[in-house]
């Protein structure tokens, strides 16, 4: 693959990547000049420990923190040189969050959850069929009508993932999306969104400690000391 911002192929291009906080009078440098390309359609696990840059990353690529030095292109889009109402609609449009907690709100249905995400993308109308062939895919189907109370953790995240994708983005950026469940639901979630990745071309970033995790995705990027090792 051919790097650059102007590539096609490219969903995600980053050059040198820098984020420094200051925390009273000491500089923390939790990025140290990144670079990554990751592919449209591709699947890459992000590994490192507690303080490696990991959650900084994410962060910046999503478009809720800004870097402090470096390029960065999502979707053939400069998102340094964007507004911050451009950002917002970039999170409404293009990229997709799924974290560790599923952040579902518990007086709502699991239809209604997913129905605020269109709500904030200001998307009216019927579902798509082809996202209720992935409500099919995710287990959901007779689901929908349950409050989070009622469903179990897989099944809550298997409701934030939906919520996720329900406006097509481009990109999905799961922040340890196994890391409240069993065994049995990890596998479950992990293999659901290798399902997304390989059926749909769903490109997906994912944080993850586990290393059993990481290898479904097609490839492992470890980070340390805000660097790609």
């Known amino acids: 693959m051919t790097s650059g911002a102007n590539n096609n192929a490219s969903m995600i291009e980053i050059r040198d990547l820098k984020k420094t906080y200051k925390v009273g009078e000491i500089e923390v440098h939790a990025l140290r000049g990144v670079d990554l390309s990751v592919a449209r359609g591709e699947f890459v696990s992000v590994v490192g420990p507690s303080g490696s840059g990991k959650s900084t990353l994410f962060h910046i690529l999503g478009g809720l923190t800004p870097p402090t030095s470096g390029t960065i292109h999502i979707d053939n889009r400069d998102l340094l040189a964007m507004s911050e109402a451009e950002r917002t609609h970039l999170r409404k449009t293009t990229v997709g969050f799924v974290f560790q907690k599923y952040n579902l709100l518990p007086t709502l249905s699991a239809s209604d959850n997913i129905e605020i995400a269109r709500h904030i993308a200001h998307k009216t109308g019927p579902r798509d069929p082809q996202f209720n062939d ?3 895919l995710l287990g959901l189907t ?10 179990s953790g897989g099944e809550q995240q298997r409701v934030a993932i939906a919520r996720a994708l ?4 481009a990109l999905l950026l799961a922040d340890e999306p196994t890391g409240n469940l069993d065994s049995e639901n990890s596998t479950a979630v992990l293999t659901l969104l290798r399902d997304l990745n390989s059926r749909l071309g769903q490109t997906i970033l994912m944080i993850t400690h586990n290393p059993e995790a990481a290898a479904y995705g097609h490839r492992i990027l470890t980070m340390r000391d805000g660097r790609v090792v």
């Open 134 to 136: 992935m409500l099919g």
């Open 142 to 151: 007779g689901r929908l009508h349950h409050k989070p109370r009622a469903l």
């Open 166 to 169: 329900v406006n097509h983005p």
